[in-house]
């Protein structure tokens, strides 16, 4: 019976993806379940896997684009893995007979036979020391360093040649997308960045008291993000057009709070969203943080994960970032760069006192939001994260253990 393996809808605006990488070969007999290719769509890499057990015929080729619906390969359930597996024994032992004849034979690498015929070297004076005495690359450089040391003696004239190459490889249709969008923000939005700075003690003395505690309890660590997130929402109330978008002739106030979290992962950076985040604790932010980290660390982020957001949150001080202008990810109309956190010597109450400093920008799009509403949305965040207990948990320390869930 022949299988035919489709091409699955990603998201319902997906219409196209590209055939990324093919995990196995042409003719291979493949296992079902057996993840056999990785297709990239507009938002994220998705894996497809075999349906049946069977031989396997490839439809299209690394690189191509596929529309939704479209035939990526057929399985043939029918040939048994026996059969398969015969005729690649008698494969390979024809191809070992092949082999046989040309060990020993000095084969030049295609990187070895250009050195050799830029620089006019006979084969015969090189040894390989590849398989089956082929001449690597190596082998021609070795040869070229020796040659020059037994013909200068004064080592401080000596000058090896440096052998410069480039890679080029094909951008993925992830990074092109990315790149489309990123472009689309510069000529689309009228972008503008404002900054603060905000002393961290408060957050930390919090943490150092209460983050083993909180571990034990919940299984999640009691990160910054979770203070900066409700940090948020509290300026989103105070300021709605930084929770609003432009769309055509109008502007879209949302009464909700999804909240994307710039994660960085194995294939670049994802911005999967926290929904709901106004209605979750300090608790449920950092489980849903951990949550949406591990699924894009482990590949199985999905489109339906960063699917809308209406404000955004980037940590840079994760890199090292001291300052940044973040990039709004548009439709969006703001992001908030958090950055890295330094003791820096500041004035408190006329005296000079080390404090843990970091600086934050927010990026806005100029068009619905004015400077006064950014400056005070971003005025906002630092009151909240300087003075924690009053304006996250109701005024009181007592009232820490029950935020925290304790």
């Keep these: ?41 507009d938002k994220a890499t998705l894996e497809i896997s075999a349906e049946e057990n069977g031989k396997i015929t490839l439809m299209v080729k690394k690189g191509e684009r596929v529309k939704v619906g479209d035939i990526l390969c057929l399985i043939d359930s029918s040939k048994e893995k026996t059969k398969v597996h015969k005729e690649k024994i008698v494969h390979e032992q024809k ?5 046989i004849s040309s060990i020993n034979l000095k084969i030049p690498s295609p990187a070895a036979k250009k ?23 190596e082998d021609c450089i070795n040869h070229l360093e020796k040659n020059k040391r037994s013909f200068i003696s004064n080592m401080d004239r000596f000058v090896p040649t440096i052998y410069r190459s480039k890679t080029i490889t094909p951008l993925s249709s992830l990074r092109r997308k990315l790149s489309e969008r990123l472009i689309h923000v510069k000529n689309q939005t009228a972008s503008l960045t404002t900054f603060n700075e905000v002393d961290m003690l408060e957050i930390f003395l919090i943490r150092k008291k209460y983050k083993d505690f909180f571990k034990k309890k919940h299984g999640v660590n009691l990160g910054f993000m979770s203070f900066f997130t409700l940090s948020c929402i509290r300026a989103l109330k105070l300021y709605p057009d930084v929770n609003a978008m432009i769309s055509g002739k109008e502007k879209i106030h949302f009464e909700y709070y999804d909240i994307s979290i710039a994660i960085s992962g194995p ?13 979750l604790s300090f608790r449920g932010i950092e489980q849903e943080i951990y949550k949406l980290s591990t699924r894009v660390h ?33 439709p969006q109309s703001a992001i908030l760069g958090m950055h890295k956190i330094m003791e820096r010597p500041v004035v408190i109450n006329g005296s000079i006192e080390i404090r843990p400093i970091m600086y934050l920008a927010l990026s ?27 304006f996250l948990m109701e005024g009181s320390e007592k009232n820490i253990s029950k935020k925290l869930e304790l």
Excluded: C
Excluded at 10 to 22: A, D, F, L
Excluded at 95 to 99: A, F, Q, R, W
């Design 115 to 137: 050195i050799l015929k830029e620089k006019n070297i006979s084969i015969e004076s090189i040894q390989g020391t590849g398989k089956h005495g082929r001449i690597t690359k």
């Design 298 to 330: 482990d590949g199985t982020i999905s489109i339906d994960d960063m699917t809308g957001g209406t404000f955004t949150i980037t940590n840079g001080g994760v890199f090292g970032s001291m300052l940044s202008t973040p990039i709004i990810n548009p």
């Design 95 to 99: 191809n070992h007979v092949e082999k």
């Design 1 to 41: 019976m022949i299988i035919k393996v489709k091409v699955p809808s990603p998201g319902e605006s997906i219409t196209e993806v590209e055939v990324s990488t093919w995990l196995v070969k042409n003719g291979d007999y493949v296992n079902k379940g057996q993840t056999i290719a990785e297709i990239d769509s």
């Design 267 to 279: 294939k670049g950076l994802m911005v999967p969203v926290i929904r709901n985040a106004e209605h």
């Design 364 to 390: 806005y799009d100029h068009r619905i939001i004015d400077g006064r509403e950014s400056v005070g949305f971003l005025v906002s965040v630092k009151e909240s994260i300087e003075n924690p207990i009053k």
